[in-house]
């Protein structure tokens, strides 16, 4: 449930990883510095709490971690929800929200359920992502295009009516910062694939504003003085109706970084060769998400871009994690100030990138390929993520997915009524050899095939009454059931009571481990006598013939 790499590793840690990891480490820290500032700034937060986020949620993260590799900090996909909050409850709000998703992510590790979220239908995460990706990139028009104003509106459409109707007072300074800022992260891969584009882009614009004296607005001019200590954020106002108010956004938060961060992960398992341990990222994934805003930061994730930068920079353990945290705490306390001269076109550059490269678009139009069901959920969850917003969209969504599952499961569960004649074999599809098997009169066979759960309950109940034949007993085969839920168990004691109610003999075969258990616990088992709980078919079957033997003989007795 909880097993960190880090502890596991480090045992046989040597000189060799060491260097490795301080390579990979410093690589990573410098794609993160640039990262860490424009998120926290897009997030509606000071650029510290970025770069304080970065250096806790990014320690924590890779301290606890259940994957090799993964890199944490603050995320791209969190920067809509973290706004939202901002924007309404301020800087508490968001401590708040981030402490209680970091609960929520532990509590879901303890339940083990990193293995359910890992498996999020498709669908659903491109249609967040790319709404997410919509909404990121509609955020940063206004600082791309050097349009000044306080008063945007927050929905999408109305942003994009102020853009239009303001379009004529463009700063095409600020305007050709940013799309310098855009070309040469495009463009610097091809030069030099070491050192990340978007550092350069930003030393670039800098050195453009310096040099040649253009006007336009910076970090400092917005924020004032960078302050770089950690303060612990004032929480002694905080009452319950607030923590209430925040539990939805919370979840939210929780349920984006389960998706993110267990997605990075499987891509680097594809990559490195590893396994990660699913509960054990999301446990770690809390602490960081809990400790990190009593420091001054906000919520953290962990990021495929820079999990996969580690990974493609040699990068072998999560020391490498910790040691590009600790190189961010130094540009933290000794020249977090110099962030004050950036542009805040150039950061506004940086995340149309990171936009681009987040809205999956090449995803999103393959899945118009795919079944319609698919193409509606990817539609519902986009359109609800840039129009109505994640706190809305990514509930549905999961609600969504439990429904698809629900009907997909459905699809493949059967219930088949066999009687007198003969009935293939179902384990004939394993062993491609055809036996069959003599039904005798008046027995009656069930076959269920799939989960017998809420969803089939009434299909069970349905395939009974459409029976015309007599029957004295009836064999229940369960070779095919996984497992059975609580309404499952329900109708089937209904069902077993209304057999005996007409002297029906009812027979079990092969009852999984798991079925039968909880038809133990049940007192289903208790219904039944322990001959009448058969291990195959054919048990089943010549016990029914044995059933049916003795019924004949006691009618005979009752013959005067």
């Not at 310098?180 to 453009?208: C, D, H, N, Q």
């Not at 990222?281 to 400790?291: K, R, V």
């Not at 002297?503 to 049940?522: A, R, Y």
Request: overall charge neutral; glycine content about 8%; charged content about 15%.
């Amino acid at each position: 449930m909880f097993k960190p790499v880090l502890f596991r590793t480090i045992r046989n840690y040597n000189s060799k990883l060491f260097f490795s990891d301080l390579a990979s480490g410093t690589i990573v820290a410098i794609v993160a510095l640039p990262l860490a500032i424009a998120f926290a700034i897009a997030s509606g937060v000071s650029p510290a709490t970025g770069l304080i986020t970065a250096v806790i949620g990014g320690f924590m993260i890779s301290f606890f971690s259940g994957s090799r590799v993964q890199i944490g900090g603050p995320s791209g996909a969190l920067i809509v929800v973290i706004y939202g909050i901002a924007s309404q409850y301020g800087f508490e709000g968001v401590v708040i929200a981030s402490m209680l998703a970091g609960l929520m992510l532990v509590i879901l590790g303890l339940l083990k359920a990193g293995n359910i979220i890992q498996f999020m239908p498709y669908p659903i995460v491109v249609g967040f992502t790319s709404g997410i990706a919509i909404t990121i990139f509609t955020s940063q028009i206004q600082e791309l295009l050097g349009i000044p104003g306080n008063d945007v509106p927050a929905e999408i459409l109305g942003k994009w009516r102020f853009y239009l109707t303001h379009l004529h007072k463009t700063d095409l300074s600020a305007f050709g910062i940013g799309i310098l800022t855009i070309l040469i992260i495009a463009l610097w891969p091809r030069i030099f694939k070491k050192i990340p584009g978007s550092l350069i882009a930003i030393i670039a614009s800098v050195l453009f504003v310096y040099f040649l004296n253009i006007d336009v607005e910076t970090i400092g001019s917005k924020f004032g003085e960078i302050d770089t200590s950690f303060q612990r954020p004032d929480l002694a106002g905080v009452d319950f109706g607030l923590i209430r108010e925040l539990l939805v956004p919370a979840f939210t938060i929780t349920m984006l970084i389960s998706i993110e961060s267990l997605f990075s992960a499987i891509v680097a398992d594809g990559a490195t060769g590893y396994r990660h341990h699913p509960n054990t990222e999301l446990i770690s994934h809390g602490l960081a998400n809990f400790f990190t805003p009593l420091f001054g930061g906000m919520a953290a994730s962990g990021a495929l871009a820079k999990t996969m930068t580690n990974v493609r920079n040699g990068g072998k353990t999560p020391m490498a994690g910790v040691m590009h945290a600790m190189i961010l705490l130094l540009f933290l306390l000794f020249l977090g100030n110099l962030t004050k001269i950036i542009p805040l076109a150039s950061l506004a550059g940086i995340l149309v990138v990171v936009a681009y490269n987040m809205s999956e678009w090449r995803s999103f139009k393959n899945i118009f390929k795919n079944p319609k069901s698919d193409i509606a959920v990817l539609l519902t969850t986009f359109f609800l993520t840039v129009f109505v917003g994640l706190n809305i969209a990514l509930p549905f969504g999961i609600i969504l997915a439990l429904l698809l599952f629900v009907k997909r499961v459905m699809e493949t569960s059967n219930i088949e009524v066999f009687d007198h004649g003969e009935v293939e074999d179902e384990k004939s599809e394993i062993s491609e050899e055809f036996e069959t098997f003599e039904i005798p009169q008046e027995v009656q066979v069930f076959h269920i095939k799939g989960p017998f759960f809420f969803g089939i309950a009434n299909k069970f109940e349905e395939v009974e009454k459409e029976i015309r034949k007599k029957s004295s007993v009836r064999i229940l085969r369960f070779n095919r059931v996984p497992f059975i839920d609580s309404t499952g168990l329900k109708n089937l004691r209904s069902f077993i009571d209304r057999c005996h109610s007409k002297n029906i003999f009812v027979i079990f075969s092969e009852v999984q481990p798991k079925v039968f258990d909880s038809l133990k616990k049940d007192s289903i088992v208790a219904m039944l006598t322990w001959d009448n709980i058969c291990p195959d078919i054919e048990t089943a079957l010549s016990r029914a013939k044995e059933l049916i033997h003795f019924m004949e003989i006691e009618q005979k007795k009752d013959k005067p």
